[in-house]
């Protein structure tokens, strides 16, 4: 994000936090119409994207100093849907999802089409079409997995409109279904607690019969990609399982790898 359009949400966002907020609140609600009153009292010219305001505080920088100052002391303020046009400001513990950088890598050869990997438009689509046609879901979860749609979008009554970047679902030895939302970050976008929640919402709501299985994915560098799963718990979501997998040519993996692999716990 360019550094005038960052400081022109960060003026926005912290004025519109600032209206609602009263002294000890752990939740601030507020109105997505907001930000056209804020950006017209501050003389701000409007992004023409108004959810990018918020979409860039969710996922992709921290919110401004004056607003993570009000928060409850070990607590961190993120932004939450809730309902249509609706968001709230909740004071959380809610951790970081960093790829951990004493996770062993493992060589997956790569299966990706060049003409894939040549013209994908953004990171985010790259890394789904990596996930897709390298398996990388079935090998993560040990379930023959299948996409079902990407850019999921709708709307749950509690959270207004939502989407998920890609839905597989899958089946196991036993014949158990499962269904896997992915949420697929590449760049400076980072994966976050509330997506997760929210795509826990969206399988109990559409796919109730299924196990849900929540997945996140992140490039760390060139082509090695965390995989996260994802469980909720009586403490909310919490990480289950985290590998990391870098895509190589077939005759990059070799015997010495396929060794340190057998030896390895299931």
């Known amino acids: ?19 609602n907020y009263k ?25 023409k994207n108004l959810g990018d305001v918020i979409y860039s505080f969710r996922y ?18 993120i932004i939450r849907p809730a309902g249509r046009s609706r968001y709230c400001f909740v004071a959380t513990e809610e951790p970081d999802i960093l790829p951990s950088k004493l996770m062993a890598e493992t060589k997956v050869p790569d299966s990706t089409p060049g003409v894939i990997a040549k013209y ?16 990388l879901i079935d090998i993560f979860t040990g379930v023959a997995c299948y996409s079902l749609q990407n850019h999921l979008r709708t709307t749950l009554p509690a959270l207004g409109q939502i989407e998920t970047d890609e839905v597989y679902v899958g089946v196991d030895r036993k014949g158990v279904h499962y269904v896997f939302p992915v949420q697929a970050k590449g ?3 980072r994966l976050s607690i509330v997506q997760i929640e929210q795509d ?16 996140g ?19 909310g979501i919490s990480v289950l399982s985290e590998k990391h997998y870098k895509l190589v040519p077939p005759e990059a993996v070799t015997s010495d790898d396929l060794e340190v692999y057998r030896s390895r716990p299931m």
């Open 23 to 47: 002294e000890g609140a752990i939740e601030v609600p507020f109105e997505r119409i907001e930000i056209e009153r804020v950006a017209d009292t501050l003389g701000i010219i409007l992004p």
């Open 60 to 77: 992709r920088v921290s919110l401004p100093q004056a607003v993570q100052s009000k928060a409850p002391k070990g607590k961190t303020w």
């Open 217 to 235: 994915a992140q490039f760390v560098q060139g082509d090695l990609i965390a995989l996260f799963e994802f469980e909720e718990g009586d403490k």
């Open 200 to 215: 826990v919402a969206l399988c109990a709501k559409k796919f109730p019969l299924l196990v849900c299985r929540p997945i």
């Open 1 to 19: 994000m360019a550094k005038h359009t960052a400081n022109r949400y960060a003026q926005i966002i912290e004025c519109i936090f600032l209206n």
């Open 120 to 135: 994908a438009l953004s990171d985010e689509q790259a890394l789904l079409a990596r996930l897709r046609y390298n398996r």
């Open 187 to 189: 760049g400076r976008d």
